[in-house]
């Protein structure tokens, strides 16, 4: 029903900048925060940056200062970009939706969350 598709990882340099997309589709109503995770290999997933709806951030302590998150609701679409990127910042990045409310003609569902497939980021030092 929802599908998040994400785009913009690769290879870059240390010290360059990466710039993630993420457009959530389906029939959506509404989606309370959007934002991107990462996974570095034998590492648990964490947080990157999430916004609200409301347009309020988070960012993870080791980004703040070089990542921006931003939101085009209309549009049900989440950037990240990434600047003066570390080695450290390699990972898998998934973007997310969370409270994701459809458009139905019936009662709709409970709010849900959905996760991107993943998009590589990869520095190289």
């Known amino acids: 029903q929802v599908q998040l598709v994400e785009s913009g990882g690769g290879l870059v340099q240390a010290g360059g900048s990466l710039r993630l997309s993420c457009a959530a589709s389906g029939y959506i109503s509404s989606i309370n925060a959007m934002g991107w995770f990462r996974q570095a290999p034998g590492k648990q997933r964490e947080l990157v940056a999430v916004?609200?709806?409301?347009?309020?951030?988070n960012y993870a302590g080791s980004v703040k200062g070089r990542f921006t998150i931003s939101r085009d609701n209309a549009k049900n679409t989440v950037y990240l970009q990434m600047n003066s990127l570390k080695p450290e910042d390699t990972a898998v990045y998934y973007c997310?939706?969370?409270?994701?409310?459809?458009?139905?003609?019936?009662?709709?569902?409970?709010?849900?969350?959905?996760w991107g497939q993943g998009t590589q980021v990869t520095v190289s030092s």
């Open positions: 997310n939706a969370e409270g994701v409310r459809l458009r139905t003609a019936t009662i709709p569902p409970p709010p849900t969350d959905y």
């Open positions: 916004m609200s709806s409301g347009g309020n951030t």
